[in-house]
Structure formats: structure tokens, C-alpha cells
């Protein structure tokens, strides 16, 4: 079966623009997840969907990061005015429901570059 | 402050040389401690979850047990396939709060044939 996808899998963009991150869930898991990877570090969470809604958004850096699932399955990342300190891999993972019972899969990441 | 600690950063293996990967963690209330491994490129899949202290869960040639200060991810006889980045990481927190899972630096491993 297909399991999560992300696109683009590569993105350069200037610095100042608006970017967006697409990522497409395992069907029918109910939760997902955003990560940022930086090199040499392990996945730092952003923020978690349950169904529609953002649970817990605690790990947005600031204002500039924002994420939606209106219909409860695909969401996008976006990113105002991006800066090079947002260059990393963003990661999205889903879980068929919220819980230590119900492990996270991820996606292979979207690799943002700020030039 | 939740937090998970690797060591060591990197290790290198022969073939056939069996070693273990450490994960210390101080959180409040776990509810689950896992176990990840990522390739180059990759996002990280799925190995173990561990829930409480004393429990023990095997894979091939991976076994990962838990205590309630750290882990270990146990590798018995590696092979060159086995090269890899392994995470830790945990859930935490009580009655039904935050489902985050908090990562982590990882372990890089290199087996060599």
C-alpha cells in the first residue's frame, strides 16, 4: 500500500518567499504530524493534527509557520517570508489514531533550501 | 524538560561484531519509548515501541529493552544492510495530553563487511 507522500521533494527557494509543503497521509489515519530535520539532528516536531484540527501547534518557531488539513486527510506547510535558518527537511508523518499504540510512518521529507 | 539522549553519535562495526546503541531519557509520565531507523535521504521507519520497564521487543537481528532511565537497541551480529541512523524517541505526558514524539540526535552506524 502507498504510504506517505510529500512534495516536492526538493524546494530551493529566496529568501522572503512564500512556500508551500504538501503532504498526502496513509489513507485513513486519522492524526498527522509535521517534523523539521536539520543535519545531524533528530526530527523536531511542529505541530499535530487530529481529524481537522491543529491539537497541538506548540512547536511552530513563529507566525511565518502555518498548517491546515480542512477535509481531514491531505495538509500543507506553509511558510511566510521564509529565512536561511529555515532550511531543513520537513517531515510529515501520520498514525491511524493519536497514541503511543499507534506508531508514526513517515514521509521521505520535503528538503527546503533558503539561498 | 523532556529530554532524550543518544550515545554513542557513531559507531563503527565489523561484520559479525555485535554491539549496543544507549537511549537515556528524562520525561514525565512516558507512555512510550520507540525506536527508528532512517537512511540517508529517508524519512525514519518504524522499528519497536516500548512501554514500560523490564519489556523487551525483537527483530531480526535488533532487540531493544527498556529500564526506567534508558534504553538499548541491541544489534547481534550486524550486517552491511544494518548501516544506518537509529532514533529514539518518546511520548510523554499525562492523561491524554500531547501525542509529540520528542527525538533524539540519533546514532550513526556503519558496518563494515
Known amino acids: 500500500g502507498a504510504g506517505v507522500s510529500q512534495t516536492p521533494s526538493n524546494k530551493v527557494t529566496e529568501k522572503g518567499k512564500y512556500v508551500e509543503l504538501r503532504c498526502d497521509p496513509i489513507?485513513?489515519?486519522?492524526?498527522l504530524y509535521w517534523y523539521r530535520q536539520s543535519l545531524g539532528q533528530g526530527p523536531e516536531f511542529l505541530i499535530y493534527?487530529?481529524?481537522?484540527?491543529?491539537?497541538?501547534d506548540s512547536g511552530l518557531p513563529n507566525d511565518r509557520f502555518f498548517a491546515v488539513r480542512p477535509e481531514g486527510s491531505v495538509s500543507t506547510l506553509k511558510i511566510q517570508r521564509t529565512e536561511r535558518g529555515d532550511s531543513a527537511v520537513y517531515l510529515c508523518?501520520?498514525?491511524?489514531?493519536?497514541?503511543?499504540?499507534?506508531?508514526?510512518?513517515f514521509g521521505n521529507g520535503t528538503r527546503l533550501t533558503v539561498t | 524538560e523532556d529530554q532524550v539522549t543518544q550515545s554513542p553519535e557513531a559507531l563503527r562495526l565489523q561484520e559479525g561484531e555485535s554491539s549496543s546503541l544507549n537511549c537515556s531519557y528524562t520525561?514525565?509520565?512516558?507512555?512510550?519509548l520507540f525506536w527508528y531507523r532512517q537512511d540517508p535521504g529517508k524519512g525514519p521507519e518504524f522499528l519497536f515501541t516500548?512501554?514500560?520497564a523490564g519489556e523487551e521487543k525483537e527483530k531480526e537481528r535488533l532487540k531493544a529493552t527498556l529500564t526506567k532511565k534508558e534504553s538499548f537497541l541491541h544489534i547481534t551480529a550486524p550486517k552491511p544492510e544494518d548501516s544506518a541512523t537509529y532514533l529514539c524517541?518518546?511520548?510523554?505526558?499525562?492523561?491524554?495530553?500531547?501525542?509529540?514524539?520528542?527525538f533524539g540526535t540519533g546514532t550513526l552506524l556503519a558496518v563494515q563487511p
Open positions: 508523518a501520520s498514525s491511524l489514531m493519536a497514541g503511543a499504540n499507534s506508531p508514526l510512518h
Open positions: 520525561v514525565s509520565g512516558l507512555r512510550g
Open positions: 516500548l512501554y514500560s
Open positions: 489513507s485513513g489515519h486519522t492524526a
Open positions: 524517541a518518546v511520548q510523554a505526558g499525562y492523561g491524554g495530553a500531547t501525542n509529540k514524539l520528542i
Open positions: 493534527f487530529q481529524g481537522t484540527g491543529a491539537a497541538d
